[in-house]
Structures are given as C-alpha cells and as structure tokens.
C-alpha cells in the first residue's frame, strides 16, 4: 500500500523529472501460504461479518483500510467457505488487521535519491506486512492466527531482488499478499475443524 505514496514522494521530490521513473514489487519468498484449490468449498458458503483495519507501524492508516476491506472480502468469497454479510443479525465473524512495518523516513530519502539519478541508481524499497485475523462463530468461539509477507520494491534500475520471485506492480502485489494470507487463514480454519458444512 505505501509503495505507491513512497514513489509518489520521490517523483515529487525530484520536481525536475520530466516523467517519474518505473517501478516494480515482488512478493517476497516466505513460506508456502495455501491456495484457493487447496480448500473444501460449503455448498452453503458461511454469511460472516467482516471488519478490517490497515495500520502502518502500529497505528492506524483510514486510507489503506477501504482497499484492506475490498480486498479481504474477495478472498474470503473466493475460498468458497465464507461470503461476507452486512445483515445486522449475522453472528458469526471475521476481523482483520494489517500491520505494515516500513521505515518512511529512509523511504522517502532512497525514492528521492533514485528520482535524482533518473533511475540509474535504483533502490528497493521493504514493507513487512504482519496479519492478523481472528474468526468467531455463530457461539462467539473465537480462534486467532498471525501470518508473515514482505512486498519489495524496486524504483529504478540496477537492483538486486531475491531470485525465483516474479515482478509486479505495487497493487497486484498487495493483493496477492491477502490473497494469499486471507486463504491460509480459512485453510487452517477447517483444519481444526472450526467451519464445516451446517
């Protein structure tokens, strides 16, 4: 989610630049999240409500969350598991927080020193994304889980990223990283036999 402001910053910065310089995130290597086929979809998919709030370094980003909130609720329909709900009498739901750790202030000095240089001197720009969601069934029986990302970003050229990783713009990056953090949730969901068919 902030890369965009990051770059943003650094063409901005760099005022004498004709055009901003070309960006690219890679979804960085962790261990292997769950995927949608991975899942047993309910022939009556689950009517949850869904809560999200997107924070930066702990505090919270109202700018980030709209997206947060698109985001989370397509995953979950795409699970085949749950279908978000804004019927007032639903009991069960899904809140979810994402924490993005990023250091602005050595953003903002490496995306203007690369709008300096026209891009020939590159850098890569790190958010750590922390997740952290909690589900509560029709019972109020709450279950919690935390899972790890990073979104790497390279502004200009003559940069090193991790191999094995394929490049992106900022936004599909950010939803693949719920994607594939919202999927794992809901696969450890049924693994412990917390959603089955009703």
């Known amino acids: 989610m902030n890369t965009i402001l990051k770059l943003a910053l650094a063409c901005a910065g760099a005022a004498s630049l004709s055009a901003c310089i070309s960006t690219q995130s890679y979804v960085g290597p962790a261990s292997p999240m769950a995927s949608t086929t991975a899942l047993r979809s309910l022939s009556q998919p689950i009517p949850v409500k869904v809560n999200t709030q997107f924070q930066v370094n702990g505090k919270a980003s109202p700018a980030g969350t709209p997206s947060l909130q698109a985001q989370v609720e397509s995953a979950l ?14 009991a069960a739901s899904i809140t979810v927080t994402v924490n993005d750790t990023v250091d602005l202030q050595a953003a903002h000095k490496k995306g203007f020193h690369a709008g300096l240089t026209l891009g020939s001197s590159g850098t890569v720009i790190p958010d750590n994304y922390t997740y952290t969601a909690s589900y509560a069934n029709s019972a109020g029986e ?19 990223v991790p191999t094995g990783v394929k490049a992106t713009t900022p936004g599909d990056a950010f939803h693949r990283v719920i994607l594939d953090m919202t999927t794992q949730f809901v696969q450890d969901l049924q693994t412990k036999g917390l959603v089955a068919e009703r």
């Open 77 to 90: 329909r795409s699970s085949g598991v749950f279908t978000p709900s804004q019927d007032p009498a639903t």
């Open 142 to 160: 709450p279950y919690q889980a935390s899972y790890k990302q990073d979104i790497l970003t390279a502004i200009g050229s003559n940069v090193q």
